[in-house]
């Protein structure tokens, strides 16, 4: 039979500040990364990461094997493979060009979501302005171009997009950590790919900790975060909402690498983060069903 619709639960805080966190923790994640990377390469990191993840939800709920109906399969082996590509290509991208340039790239992804699936010209106004406030913030016109680096985060941007579209999806079938329990094991196994030979003769138990310990603040709370806020708003806001992740980017760059901002920079970041307030009032879900495509 086919699985029922999961509703969702009422949420002791609003969903955007849920995304903020796990935007919070993914930008915090990244940062710490970078040494890592310096070890076993991007995509051995990526393996490294998601398979901790996996274990972490795999101990917190026990996969619902028997109940996964046929019609949901193709999504969750899709979400899968799109977070662990993404992860891939994402860490690949920072390991060539800056973070903040390359979250700027990134996040091409969620607002091309936002602009496609608003049902109102004014609501475009957020993307386009956060937009401005995404290159403002980046500067991209003072650095060296790096067409391996661009081009793995204008993938990465792809894999962003689809994974906010597949993980509504997920999150409306399946409740709590159910469907993380799912797709994050097969998310390690699309990373193992590339990233068991990049990391073979690299692992020690210096290296496994810090996974582990990455693996906390991403792929863990932001996915678990994101899934929940996913089930309580509109696919728009909380696409034009990620506009605040490249703010959040500099905001640590400030604090944890004390990279100082420039001017044009800060006024970047208030254009971001106003697109994001203003991109998430009246972002509410109405009922799953109503956003479910009829089978």
């Known amino acids: 039979m086919p699985s029922a619709v999961a509703q969702p639960r009422a949420l002791p805080v609003p969903p955007w500040m849920l995304a903020v966190t796990a935007m919070f923790c993914v930008q915090l994640g990244s940062a710490l990364s970078l040494p890592l990377i310096e070890k076993v390469g991007p995509a051995g990191t990526a393996w490294l990461r998601l398979t901790a993840g996996a274990l972490i939800f795999l101990a917190l709920a026990r996969p619902p094997i028997r109940s996964i109906a046929r019609r949901d399969i193709p999504a969750l082996l899709a979400l899968g493979v799109t977070i662990g590509a993404m992860t891939c290509l994402f860490l690949a991208a920072i390991d060539r060009i800056p973070l903040g340039t390359s979250v700027a790239i990134e996040f091409l992804g969620p607002l091309s979501v936002a ?58 079938r399946f409740s709590g950590l159910n469907g993380l329990s799912l797709t994050i094991p097969v998310a390690a196994a699309t990373a193992a790919v590339v990233g068991v030979p990049q990391a073979a003769g690299h692992i020690t138990a210096s290296v496994i900790a810090a996974a582990i310990g990455l693996a906390v603040l991403l792929p863990v709370l932001p996915f678990a975060l994101e899934m929940t806020a996913l089930r309580h708003m509109k696919p728009a806001a909380f696409g034009t909402l990620m506009a605040l992740e490249p703010a959040i980017g500099v905001v640590l760059g400030l604090l944890v690498l004390h990279q100082q901002p420039s001017p044009p920079q800060v006024f970047g970041i208030m254009l971001v983060v106003f697109a994001g307030a203003a991109a998430q009032r009246n972002g509410e879900r109405r009922p799953a069903n109503a956003y479910l495509t009829p089978e």
Request: glycine content about 10%.
């Open 115 to 172: 602009a496609l699936r608003s049902h109102s010209r004014r609501a475009l106004l957020w993307p386009a302005l956060a937009l401005v406030g995404v290159l403002m913030l980046t500067e991209p016109w003072h650095g060296a171009v790096n067409l391996a680096g661009i081009g793995f985060a204008v993938a990465s941007a792809v894999g962003w997009a689809a994974y906010i579209l597949l993980t509504q999806h997920v999150g409306d």
